[in-house]
């Protein structure tokens, strides 16, 4: 019997999902502050860095638009440069913090391309290290994530501080 604990779950089962008041928890994020329990890192006039509450693994986060908006064929060219220096600077924060050996980068369009939220769209940016595909999750059908978020989102904040203002 296999047994795993994720406390931090049962808030987004009880709200079906959804965890903002207006039915989006991306839209709900972007009105957070950095830096508080809601796992925000850093925010821009037209999109920000949060920490996802359901990692693949320690340190996946996502850089969203502040603007509700499914597709990213439907950004501004503006949107798509903050988006991208709000990723580059992830990405050298996650260098520093946590030593990963690769990253995944993508956007999930549409459920049957794994997306969680189909109506918000977001860059997932996804730390990998070699042998992190290890027996648990091959044998076990279970991920570990060794980190819990607070300790990372921390070591990220420390990380995106380094980087100096977001211009």
Same mark, same amino acid.
């Given at each position: 019997?296999? $047994?795993?604990?994720?406390?931090?779950?049962?808030?987004?089962?009880?709200?079906?999902?959804?965890?903002?008041?207006?039915?989006?928890?991306?839209?709900?994020?972007?009105?957070?502050?950095?830096?508080?329990?809601?796992?925000?890192?850093?925010?821009?006039?037209?999109?920000?860095?949060?920490?996802?509450?359901?990692?693949? $693994?320690?340190?996946?986060?996502?850089?969203?638009?502040?603007?509700?908006? &499914?597709?990213? &064929?439907?950004? $501004? &060219?503006?949107?798509?440069?903050?988006?991208?220096?709000?990723?580059?600077?992830?990405?050298? @924060?996650?260098?520093?913090?946590?030593?990963?050996?690769?990253?995944?980068?993508?956007?999930?369009?549409?459920? @049957?391309?794994? @997306?969680?939220?189909?109506?918000?769209?977001?860059?997932?940016?996804?730390?990998?290290?070699?042998?992190?595909?290890?027996?648990?999750?091959?044998?076990?059908? &279970?991920?570990?994530?060794?980190?819990?978020?607070?300790?990372?989102?921390?070591?990220?904040?420390?990380?995106?501080?380094?980087?100096?203002?977001? @211009?």
């Amino acid at each position: 019997m296999k $047994t795993l604990f994720a406390p931090w779950r049962m808030r987004w089962i009880r709200e079906g999902g959804r965890m903002g008041e207006g039915g989006c928890i991306l839209c709900d994020l972007g009105s957070r502050s950095p830096g508080d329990e809601s796992g925000v890192l850093e925010k821009g006039p037209l999109a920000f860095s949060v920490l996802n509450r359901f990692p693949y $693994t320690a340190g996946h986060l996502m850089v969203v638009p502040l603007r509700h908006v &499914a597709s990213p &064929a439907d950004l $501004t &060219a503006d949107e798509w440069v903050e988006i991208h220096c709000l990723m580059g600077r992830c990405l050298r @924060a996650l260098e520093r913090s946590l030593r990963p050996h690769g990253f995944n980068v993508g956007i999930n369009l549409g459920r @049957a391309a794994g @997306a969680g939220i189909e109506d918000h769209c977001h860059l997932h940016v996804v730390p990998r290290w070699e042998g992190d595909h290890n027996f648990l999750t091959v044998l076990g059908e &279970a991920r570990v994530v060794p980190e819990d978020l607070p300790e990372t989102r921390r070591r990220l904040m420390e990380g995106l501080a380094e980087e100096g203002e977001l @211009a």
